[in-house]
């Protein structure tokens, strides 16, 4: 399978996990309600947290020594893997320890449900070596087997276990998605046990190598985590009102944002991959085409959970999330504004400048985390959610003005309407 039928594989699979993961947070939203919901959130936050930090970006890091550096496959993998073990063990013990130190915070729950969660910690940092191996030889049939396995065993334990018991609680899912995630490493295992062995040991220099490397592959991944989860944190830090419940909302709200995010993160790859090979006015021509195209198309979804957002909260979510529906409405004009960081990121990538994404990167956290924290108490989850759409319009912006810094592309460039021909080629994956 070459790259541009491995992007339209990935693409028509993405719209079908998409359908589950709707499927999995209607279900885990209604049978635990906004407050539950909120606290449950925290809890996948903080170990998208962990497993992020404690990565180390060595999965992208595997790639570049393997496939750029032609160092042995079965040397790379059994290095890693070998040194990530202790690594991610010590990780799922720390988080461990802070939730069950922290029952004021997180809530108490069965001890035996907190320990298959954090042992799930340790297999998605695993997991996070696994997956970009895949993806880079190509392996997408591989990569969608192992994410729909777990999509569609989460699926069904919930049906199961609602008919049994009729009623979940926070415990039980943890447990659920700790077991998900090892389901993932024992298939991801499946298919590499054969390309590295646990008694090869660990090469301490080659380790420390693809260590180094993965930290600067690393940095934009952390950045962009945090980014994400400051509203998450501070709405239970802040809120005057019970924070879990503010945290239910804006999470249920952001999570339908997905649905139009799909098309930009999805379309972007196969686009992308030609910006690394041109310069000057052959950039400019691709930017023209995909630029204000992408912002149009996010623009009338965005119109679109404006409108109907109290009718989509309604029928998925129920009639106790409809608090959401003003937060959805605020959150959907960030889809507009993320079409073009799309673009932007696409660019800086491509021309060899991921530090310029870093920066700006830091310049949201700061931005969310000052105005967040001056403006959560008096405003709320309100409040929260402006916050999100002015930090990610200045940033989206930020970046383009970068890019005419860097590049020969003016402004002009990212507003420029596409031709009708620019646009079926586009949409049909024909070269120009």
Known sequence: MNFKQSTIFSIAASLGLIIF????????????????????????????????????????????????????ERKVLSTTINAT???????????????????????????????????????LLL?????PVLLAKMDVVKNQVVKYSTKVFTFIILLVALFIWNKLNVGFLL????????????????????????????????????????????????ASLILTSIPVYFLT????????????????????????????????????????????????LQVRRVSLLLAFVNTLLAIGLIIFAPIFIRILYG???????????????TMIANGAKEVSYGILSSQGSPLSIMKNLVIGIILSAILNY?????????????????????????????????????????????SREDVMSIFLFKKK
């Open 175 to 222: 447990a659920l998605s700790g077991i998900g995630s090892i389901l993932s490493l024992s298939i991801l295992y499946h298919y590499f046990h054969r390309r590295f062995s646990f008694q090869d040991g660990i090469d301490k220099k080659l380790f420390y190598n693809i260590v180094k490397w993965g930290v600067k592959l690393a940095g934009n991944n952390i």
């Open 319 to 333: 009639t106790e999330y409809q608090t959401a529906a003003p937060v959805l409405r605020l959150l959907a004009l």
């Open 85 to 123: 073990i202790p690594i991610a063990s010590f990780a799922s013990l720390v988080l461990f320890a802070i939730i069950m130190l922290k029952p004021d915070y997180f809530g108490k729950e069965n001890v035996w449900c907190i320990t298959l969660f954090c042992l799930g910690t340790n297999a």
């Open 237 to 284: 830090w802040f809120s005057i009102s019970e924070g879990f419940l503010n945290v239910g909302y804006y999470s249920r709200a952001n999570s339908l944002l997905i649905i139009g995010t799909v098309i930009a993160s999805s379309v972007g790859p196969l686009l992308y991959s030609k910006w690394s090979l041109v310069k000057g006015k052959e950039l400019k």
């Open 127 to 131: 997991n996070n070596i696994f997956t």
């Open 21 to 72: 993961n709707m499927l999995i947070n209607v279900i885990e939203s209604r049978v635990l309600g906004p407050s539950e919901i909120g606290r449950y959130q925290i809890f996948i936050t903080t170990q998208n947290l962990f497993a992020t930090f404690c990565a180390l970006g060595l999965g992208q890091s595997c790639i570049y020594f393997i496939n750029a550096l032609k160092v042995d």
């Open 374 to 418: 001056f403006i959560i108490p008096q405003f709320g989850v309100i409040g929260c959610s402006v916050v999100t759409v002015l930090v990610t319009f200045t940033t989206a912006f930020l970046l383009q003005i970068n890019i005419t810094r860097i590049t020969e592309l003016s402004m002009k460039d990212f507003y420029t309407l596409p």
